[in-house]
């Protein structure tokens, strides 16, 4: 299996345009998808571009069981994170207190984002502002914070993207550091 390459600082500027990349590559797939190394990857623009614009953000988690969980929310990417809110009595809060784990992905299959991360309870009244105000802009609303309710922030840990027109020639997984 291929693995990511790490980014020399040429390759940071032209393919990824974040410093906080550690890694782009081929996605981790088996052999049969016949996805190869190769020099050029879609820059990291492509996919902060479909992550600001998307009105609607799938968010996967794990149920205590086991089970998965996916339900649509809207959501804000703003300095290279996911916000979203929720009341913390849903199943998709009640999912994340007892894993934070999170995949999250964009509702086109045919333009393919998938995010994975893990997801940490806001409780930061200058985010608060930031994201009310992202809400009234791209919502034409204000952000809903009730009793109850709980945001969310999500930094990438992995970040997969292709465009189905050209698959696997755009496949591309950019990876970042822990946090």
Sequence with gaps: MPKSRPLSATA??????????????PPR?????????????L?????????TGSRNYWICTVRPDGRPHSIPVWGFWIDDALYFGTAQTTRKARN???NPAVSVHLESGDDVII???TAIEVNDKAVFKKIDAA???KYKMPLM??????????RPRVVLAWKENDFPGTGTRWEFPRS
């Design 115 to 117: 995010l994975e991360g």
């Design 29 to 41: 797939v088996p052999a049969l998808y016949g996805i190869k190394p190769r020099k050029e990857y």
């Design 43 to 51: 820059p990291w623009s492509h996919a902060r571009e479909r992550l």
């Design 135 to 137: 809400c009234r802009t």
């Design 12 to 25: 940071l500027k032209t393919v990824s345009e974040s410093p906080d990349i550690i890694s782009v590559g």
């Design 96 to 98: 994340l207190s007892h």
């Design 145 to 154: 914070i009730i009793p109850d309710s709980v945001l969310y922030c999500v």
